[in-house]
């Protein structure tokens, strides 16, 4: 929580008045009042919030991101991501899939964001 009066509270309500979520506002602006190594990475669908975080030097990306690092430091089998991602394999199931991924296929998508940084 971002406490009142403080920079990350100026910086909160910044993000807010450029249209930025509430809640995706305030998660920034903690992230932001971090010191550098100690920043979290910022997970969100949203890409403006994303590209609002980036510009605060919050390391920013999306669920697709998020899976990739999982796989890359072993929490997560890369056969059980496969697995709870193919709904986004459904036009009808788009919740949180990266509209840069049309149709979505998983190994596609995979070794695209493998090679992007975040």
């Not at 506002?25 to 590209?51: H, K, N, Q, T």
């Not at 986004?88 to 899939?97: H, I, N, P, S, T």
Request: include cysteine.
């Amino acid at each position: 929580m971002v406490e009142r009066r403080t920079p990350a509270d100026r910086l909160y309500r910044q993000l807010k008045d450029t249209g930025v979520d509430k809640g995706e506002a305030e998660a920034i602006a903690w992230a932001a009042s971090l010191p550098e190594p100690d920043r979290p990475l910022f997970i969100s669908a949203d890409r403006g919030a994303r590209v609002a975080a980036a510009k605060q030097q919050v390391r920013a990306g999306d669920v697709l991101d998020l899976v990739v690092l999982l796989v890359e430091n072993c929490v997560l089998l890369k056969e059980t991501a496969r697995a709870k991602l193919a709904p986004w394999a459904d036009r009808e199931q788009q919740l949180g899939r990266p509209r840069d991924l049309l149709p979505f296929d998983f190994d596609k998508a995979f070794e695209l964001r493998c090679r992007r940084e975040i």
